[in-house]
Every structure is written in structure tokens, then in C-alpha cells.
């Protein structure tokens, strides 16, 4: 069970990262030059680098990773304005909220099992 957890709240990440990146393909395709259009898909990305920084860091440390995606989750429904009447981009955040809650989850249930 705690292994199927840990794996979910893994899977799950990797795939919320690989949707949120996803948007930021629509840079190509453009008359813009190359070099231009790396930089613009880079540039889009940004917050796709700090889910996978977040991934890495609870790859290791889960209680350090959940609360970073939980406060990712946290700083970007400010900045997108998700609480206060923009509810359509709460399906790119939660994910994020889930994935922080089963990190903690798993830690938490580990400690516990231990003792």
C-alpha cells in the first residue's frame, strides 16, 4: 500500500509537469527564428523547471517536496487568480495540491509504521 502511494504521487507529478508543458508548445510553428523560439519555449517553461526541481527534492526528502507543491500550489492560485473566480485554472493546479498531500501522506504513514 505505501509503496502504490509513493508511486501514484510520483506518476502523477511527472504526468501534471508533462501536461503543464505541453501548453508551452505552441511557440513553434510561428515565422519567428529558431534561437527566438527556444528561448520563448523556455521561457514558458519556467514553471514546468520548478515542478521538476519540486519532483527531484521529493524524490529524496517527501516532506520537504510536499510542502513545496502544496505551496506551489498555494503561490500560483494567487497568481492565476484561481480563488478568487478564475475556477478553470484549478484543473492545472490541483494535481500539484494532490500530489504534495500524498508526499506528506506517505511520510507521515512511514513514520507511523515504524514506530
Known amino acids: ?8 504521487s510520483r506518476i502523477l507529478a511527472i504526468l501534471a509537469i508533462l501536461f503543464i508543458m505541453m501548453f508551452s508548445l505552441d511557440v513553434f ?3 519567428d527564428p529558431l534561437t527566438k523560439q527556444i528561448l520563448a ?6 514553471p514546468a523547471f520548478t515542478l521538476i526541481i519540486a519532483l527531484i527534492v521529493s524524490w ?3 516532506l520537504a517536496g510536499g510542502s513545496i507543491f502544496i505551496l506551489l500550489f ?3 492560485g494567487r497568481f492565476w487568480g484561481s ?3 478564475n475556477g478553470g485554472s484549478l ?11 500524498l508526499f506528506i501522506l506517505h511520510r507521515i504513514l512511514i513514520i507511523r509504521k515504524r514506530d
Open 74 to 76: 498555494i503561490v500560483w
Open 1 to 8: 500500500m505505501l509503496k502504490i502511494m509513493l508511486w501514484v
Open 60 to 62: 529524496r526528502y517527501e
Open 29 to 31: 510553428g510561428g515565422g
Open 41 to 46: 519555449f523556455l521561457k514558458h517553461n519556467i
Open 91 to 101: 484543473i492545472l493546479i490541483v494535481p500539484f495540491l494532490i500530489v504534495g498531500i
Open 83 to 85: 480563488f478568487s473566480g
